[in-house]
């Protein structure tokens, strides 16, 4: 499947922002969904899954409270950010993992190009 994450951008400490990824299948709900961030100087991090269904999540301890995941019924998977901080800046990527696998995803199948997120007063 495709992705292509979408929604960041420069943003002021204390700011929302919702990132979005949207997939090139039909069958999009086959997938176990998920967003990655990667700041500068850093390894790539999992931040939150969401189940193929939408009805399960799964939070980076790091991240909870303040990040929401959720999917709509038909290509598409968010990531709702608050009180953003500077620690937040990074590159936001989404990936799809196989809906039939284990839960929270371990693999990744696919990924899509990231969408940078700036936190900076």
């Known amino acids: 499947v495709q992705l292509q994450a979408s929604g960041g951008g420069l943003v002021q400490p204390g700011d929302s922002l919702r990132l979005s990824c949207t997939a090139s299948e039909t069958t999009f709900s086959k997938y176990h969904m998920a967003w990655f961030r990667q700041a500068p100087g850093k390894n790539r991090e999992f931040v939150a899954a969401v189940s193929r269904r939408g009805g399960t999540t799964y939070y980076a301890h790091s991240v909870k409270g303040r990040f929401t995941i959720s999917r709509d019924h038909g290509d598409t998977v968010y990531l709702q950010i608050d009180r953003l901080t500077p620690e937040d800046t990074a590159t936001y990527f989404c990936?799809?993992?196989?809906?039939?696998?284990?839960?929270?995803?371990?693999?990744?199948?696919?990924w899509g190009r990231g969408t940078q997120v700036t936190v900076s007063s």
């Open positions: 990936a799809a993992a196989d809906g039939l696998g284990p839960w929270p995803p371990r693999e990744y199948v696919d």
